[in-house]
């Protein structure tokens, strides 16, 4: 088996409004699959259909070979849940709350979840009430991490933690994926999911709008590009693909778009190439694509930008332009 | 000040616009009941004959008296009193301390104060628009109850002097509210704060009414010094329609201001979101008992039950010595044996005495029971059931385990007060053995409507989740007011078979029968089983 999460159109209502409208998501064994939307797009409605809390109205589901609603129990014992919210018993010690997740998932190891406490410096004999909303969350991702499973789906797991401590969340699912465990993980920060994820979805008002490789999404999306030539540029605003071109003597900032990056190169290349940047999309540009007042196929001018000055970019974001 | 006090306009708002439907059902409900005990005083008790030879035989029973208050006179007004003041007092007052902890812990506890803490809004608002809205509530209660009074003929001076007892102490359990609010680690415990002083306050006035002085004419009474101990007892002291004690009503007004000055003084000190007493330190492991789901249940349940224990212990201590003095008290008066007998199923006075008791430990045991089935939907709506569901644990395991810690739970209650009040008894009297038997089991079959109402929950649970809690208590509070208070209310036969209590066997004073046992005991695991498959096919509800 090479699927650990299969859906294919699934629908789920609550009452009169669609949360779920024809979602799909595939999501291979070993691999981290990120999983992007806005709010309310439905992600933490599919994550429920996944666990079985909720039952889909119409759809095929299918979660480590098992029906998520009938076989639940078992299925359950095989991964490991990060909530968003992460809602504790306010007289329970996060000691306490950890071992019985554990206990009730089926074990846990001792020795792995007292490093993971370290690590994720969380006091455990502190009252779930005195806890901060930070605390709260890695009292689950600790409870999760230290769950010998298959599969660990996480809910924005990182929503509350201090910079540090998202380092050692990423080394964690890190961890796990040299281990050849699955993770999906939902999340609204793009550079955890861009450092992270082997694969994204994209969904939107409960559709699946865009799934692939980081690279393979930056394809359908434009790439931004600055030149400079030996001769004066012309005729590049013209070119069909080209947007936002300010172009100075043998200087010239540009998008484009990525299929005709070829044809525009090769017009260029008239002008004698002297330096050229290339620039991908960042994920948080594709996402302002898909959910910018203009989604769907970006023609419009909408506040996407070239953004390459943007210096919080990492190294390993950007791709080769020729 | 005024800084402390701006946005309390808007927040008062706020909390009459969520309260829009609660109080205006509780108010109205309290009123309805009022005006029902009026008639049903008049219907059964409609010549001065009728009313002396009943309050004859109720100021000689301190059972009675605890339950009701003190009579003060014959006429319609004193007789409704007599009946049901007390009563509407305790209302008045779940339905101020519940509004008051609504409004400032509860608020807390879901960050939703947070926010409203970061606007324009000062310290005290929060508290001081709990406090406008509910002593609202308990003018607009005061006012309609002699309102309703006034128009079923009665004078109009007593109506608005029983009006006003029973909203001061809706007020002044308001006020213990706010504090507990403030003392304490949260809603909930603030809530139990409050319910422990309502009940206090119950069972203070109810000793101050037992040992209260008869009168020379050997049907009315004045209460024991207790009863100026406790805000119930004031309400009675006020004595509508006899006395129209209205200086009385200078204790509660004194009191309310004292404890409201105490919890914004504590409201200065605290920080949001904590209790005046720092939380301790606990353990960093888990004890094995806590690891499963019934592990989890005993541990969020059992400070409830051990709560209920020890009311409940008290009570059956109570009743088993006031045994005695029942037999003594009726010894020589045949007319209120009779009454005491018929009430109680017939047989021996104190085994009637007891029946009737025990009949009201049932009820007991039967709110606990919902108290903690309704864990269930808090546990839910609360986003606490999600990460457990997540685990190997089936939707089965998880509600049997509430499940079953409610159904022992209501199991100990009963039998520890069976066993409390046999054991009081028997020493007094001699015969240990026999009375704990009689009594351990009379209590037993107690059970029977406590896991009716085990099944109910369930089936509320599993078929309308979100009206779980107001459905719970309503079928509750219906099925006492058939079963327990039908016959003083009058109300037909038909309507009050459908309560559970009415079904139990009267031990001790009759024989147990097993057919009524049995079907209550088919209809709760009907009920349940109902539920449970119903759970386990439906979405949560989050």
Known sequence: MTTAISVSGVVKSFGRSRALDGLDLSVDVGEVHGFLGPNGAGKSTTIRVLLGLLRADAGQVSLLGGHPWRDAVALHRRLAYVPGDVNLWPNLTGGEAIDLFGALRGGLDRRRRDELLERFELDPTKKARTYSKGNRQKVAVVAAFASDVELYILDEPTSGLDPLMEAVFQECVREVKRQGRTVLLSSHIFSEVEALCDRVSIIRQGRTVEAGTLAELRHLTRTAISVETARSIDGLVELPGVHDARVDGTHARFDVDSAELDAVLQHLHRFELRALTSTPPSLEELFMRHYGNDAGTGTGDDGSGSGDGDGGRGADSRMAGV | MGGNLTGTVRLTRLALRRDRIQLPLWILGTTVLSSTSYTAVREQFPT??????????????????????????????????????????????????????????????????????????????????????????????????????????????????????????????????????????????????????????????????????????????????????????????????????????????????????????????????????????????????????????????????????????????????????????????????????????????????????????????????????????????????????????????????????????????????????????????????????????????????????????????????????????????????FGQLGELLNLPQAVRDVSPFSHVPALPSADVTATPLVLLGVVAVALGAAGLILFRRRDLAL
């Open chain 2, 48 to 481: 001065e004959a009728d009313r002396v030879t009943a309050l004859r035989t109720a100021v000689d029973a301190p059972a009675i008296l605890m339950l009701r208050n003190a009579p003060t006179g014959t006429s319609d007004g004193d007789m409704m009193a007599f009946q049901i003041l007390a009563f509407l007092a305790v209302l008045a007052g779940f339905m101020s301390t519940l509004a008051v902890v609504r409004h400032t812990r509860q608020n807390e506890e879901t960050g939703r104060s947070e926010l409203i803490g970061s606007m324009v809004v000062g310290r005290h608002a929060s508290l001081t628009a709990a406090m406008i809205v509910t002593a609202g509530a308990n003018l607009v209660l005061a006012a309609l109850l002699a309102l309703a009074l006034i128009g079923n003929g009665l004078p109009a001076a007593g109506s608005v002097a029983f009006g006003l007892g029973v909203g001061a102490a809706g007020l002044t359990f308001a006020a213990i509210a706010a504090v507990a609010a403030q003392v304490s680690q949260g809603a909930r415990a603030a809530n139990g704060i409050a319910a422990a002083a309502i009940g206090a306050a119950y069972l203070v006035r109810g000793l101050g009414d037992a040992f209260g002085e008869v009168q020379p004419d050997g049907y009315t009474m004045t209460s024991a010094w207790p009863s100026w101990l406790s805000p119930i007892g004031w309400t009675t002291l006020v004595q509508p329609f006899a006395g129209n004690r209205w200086a009385v009503l200078v204790l509660p007004a004194v009191f309310f201001a004292a404890l409201l000055g105490t919890a914004f003084a504590l409201a200065d000190r605290r920080d949001i979101g904590m209790g005046m007493l720092a939380a301790r330190p606990g353990p960093a492991r888990a004890a094995a008992g806590l690891l499963s789901p019934l592990g989890l249940a005993w541990r969020l349940q059992r400070g409830t039950l051990f709560g209920w224990a020890v009311a409940i212990g008290l009570f059956g201590v109570t009743i088993g010595s006031l045994a005695g003095t029942v037999e003594d008290a009726f010894a020589g008066n045949e007319g209120a044996a009779r009454t005491i007998r018929e009430l109680g199923g017939g047989g021996a006075l104190s085994d009637a005495f007891f029946t009737a008791m025990l009949a009201m430990v049932g009820a007991m045991a039967a709110g606990y029971v919902v108290q903690a089935m309704l864990r269930l939907r808090s546990e839910e709506a609360g986003g606490r059931v999600e990460p457990v569901l997540a685990t190997a644990t089936g939707r089965l395991r998880w509600l049997g385990g509430h499940l079953v810690v409610a159904a022992f739970g209501a199991v100990a209650l009963l039998l520890l007060a069976g066993v409390s009040a046999g054991l009081v008894a028997g020493l007094g009297n001699g015969d240990l053995g026999d009375r704990l038997v009689d009594l351990g089991a009379a209590a037993l079959v107690q059970a029977a409507p406590a896991l009716i109402m085990i099944g109910y929950v369930v089936l509320l649970f599993g078929l309308a989740p979100r009206l779980t809690v107001a459905l719970a208590w309503l079928g509750y509070a219906v099925s006492l007011v």
